[in-house]
């Protein structure tokens, strides 16, 4: 979500925040005159944004300790309960598969999709591609997310935040995979995210490079994770999905296509053969 002038009244208590409120938005404390200006239509998750309520007003830091130590809690908890909710569901829709799969219906969606990034230089010119595979027809090919001054490791995550919002806005009742051949950007996302979290986004040895689009990466993943799989592929081995998702980055790169664009072919063959890094 965003902050509005309508959240910094809720969660400000005589036009001001206290200490951990303060760590959680990354700003200074005591706070700056300016302060509201500098985090008004930031990003912020979900729950960073229940932390805020659930801390406004003049508390003792142990008292603003304790609050954040119950939330952790719940959430850990719900968590838990969530994950064994979910490997459920996933185990019931696998044997309603398997039972089923003689008898499939053409119609039904099947959806994989397949996430690349490319960059230039690293850091340099940084685009991201897509390839959406729905039951056996021809993917539908997308290139944007261009960075100027961009990494590969920025690529790569623009381009699962990008699948995951296709999996989002998707009406598919089946599971959707996504295939990624960044080990960094999956890891990231579904794994060393909920250490960092739990730690108040932060990590021992120093900063977490490209946090911002981390954290809102892995919201997303955490609000549709039962409704998908995210499987790492090895890149550049001749998989197709992997291969026209490769050459979408680079067109993106090219093109400088900030927005995704839907890429126009009429054979596969031709978009392998484009140029490749």
């Not at 959406?132 to 381009?159: C, Q, R």
Request: charged residues 25%; proline residues 1%.
């Amino acid at each position: 979500m965003q902050i509005t002038y309508e959240f910094i009244h809720l969660i400000s208590f005589d036009e001001t925040l206290n200490k951990e409120q303060c760590k959680i938005l990354n700003l200074p404390f005591p706070l700056e005159e300016n302060w509201k200006e500098k985090i008004l239509q930031k990003d912020i998750l979900k729950n960073d944004a229940n932390r805020l309520m659930l801390l406004k007003g003049k508390l003792a830091v142990k008292a603003q300790e304790q609050i954040l130590k119950n939330y952790n809690m719940i959430i850990e908890f719900n968590s838990s309960n969530k994950q064994v909710q979910n490997d459920t569901k996933k185990t019931e829709i696998s044997a309603r598969n398997t039972v089923s799969n003689a008898s499939t219906n053409d119609d039904e969606e099947h959806i994989r999709i397949y996430c690349d990034g490319a960059c230039s230089g690293n850091p340099g010119l940084a685009g991201s591609g897509i390839a959406v595979y729905s039951n056996e027809k021809n993917p539908v090919l997308l290139h944007g997310d261009f960075v100027e001054k961009g990494t590969n490791n920025i690529a790569e995550l623009n381009a699962l935040y990008q699948a995951l919002l296709i999996c989002k806005q998707t009406s598919s009742k089946n599971i959707i995979t996504i295939y990624s051949d960044s080990k960094y950007s999956i890891d990231c996302i579904k794994t060393w995210a909920y250490g960092w979290k739990a730690k108040g986004w932060t990590k021992k040895g120093g900063e977490i490079k490209n946090l911002e689009l981390i954290k809102k990466t892995h919201e997303l993943y955490e609000r549709i994770k039962d409704l998908i799989e995210i499987k790492h592929v090895k890149g550049h081995a001749g998989i197709e999905g992997n291969e026209l998702a490769d050459r979408m980055a680079v067109t993106a790169i090219k093109e400088k296509s900030t927005n995704y664009e839907m890429y126009s072919y009429e054979k596969i063959d031709e978009v392998l053969n484009l140029t490749s890094y």
